[in-house]
């Protein structure tokens, strides 16, 4: 198993424990050592989860507008913790392959590793629920059919998906690639460039 297959099953591992309870406001289960990269993969897919589902409550039309902001602002700083978890887990791999003899004519990738696998984690929540709604009991055939063939495009995806990553870390791992992490620099969170932040002063 590669380290690809291995996050995957880390990430369905999270979604079906976020399940358990269904609610944004649960407890998180976490099951490894926070600090090992099995526990960062779990809780990054765990902000995730959570984020999937404060997306779907914002949409309700009949939402208390007081409530919808103070809503927004927690997805704002969810967005963050995954920016932040994503850059950690790219220092892991900057750390982990800081003594390959990068070659003459390596190439750098579009993406880091942890951008991929931030795809990856989204990936199994989509998997997730499209599987419930190809399932769901109180819709339509159609619905279920349509929602069963979009649910096949996702697991190609993610088959696609795993083997892409697993390729680039191979291919960083023997030099082949090298990899630069470009910090997300949000302006929008800094009140230092933000103008409406920097303005309000």
């Known amino acids: 198993m590669n380290f690809a297959e291995k996050?995957?099953?880390?990430?369905?591992?999270?979604?079906?424990?976020?399940?358990?309870?269904?609610?944004?406001?649960?407890?998180?289960?976490?099951?490894?050592?926070p600090e090992?990269?099995?526990?960062?993969?779990?809780?990054?897919?765990?902000?995730?989860?959570?984020?999937?589902?404060?997306?779907?409550?914002?949409?309700?039309?009949d939402i208390d507008p007081v409530e919808a902001l103070a809503l927004k602002r927690r997805i704002d700083r969810s967005n963050q913790e995954r920016t932040?978890?994503?850059?950690?887990?790219?220092?892991?791999?900057r750390t982990l392959y800081s003594g390959v003899e990068v070659a003459a004519?390596?190439?750098?990738?579009?993406?880091?590793?942890a951008w991929a696998l931030d795809r990856l984690s989204i990936l199994a929540l989509k998997i997730y629920h499209m599987a419930a709604e190809a399932g769901r009991a109180d819709a339509s055939e159609e619905h279920r059919a349509r929602c069963a063939a979009k649910l096949a495009v996702l697991e190609e995806q993610r088959t696609d998906l795993v083997s892409a990553i697993g390729a680039l870390l191979d291919d960083i791992a023997a030099g082949r690639k090298y990899m630069k992490v470009y910090r997300q620099m949000k302006m929008y969170n800094d009140a230092d460039t933000n103008p409406v932040l920097y303005g309000a002063k």
Do not use: C
């Open 36 to 61: 090992s990269i099995e526990g960062i993969l779990y809780a990054k897919n765990r902000i995730d989860a959570v984020q999937w589902h404060l997306e779907d409550i914002i949409r309700d039309p």
């Open 84 to 93: 932040d978890m994503v850059e950690e887990l790219d220092s892991y791999f």
């Open 105 to 113: 004519d390596a190439t750098i990738n579009t993406e880091s590793p």
């Open 7 to 33: 996050s995957y099953g880390i990430f369905e591992q999270s979604v079906a424990d976020y399940h358990i309870d269904d609610d944004v406001d649960a407890a998180t289960r976490q099951p490894y050592a």
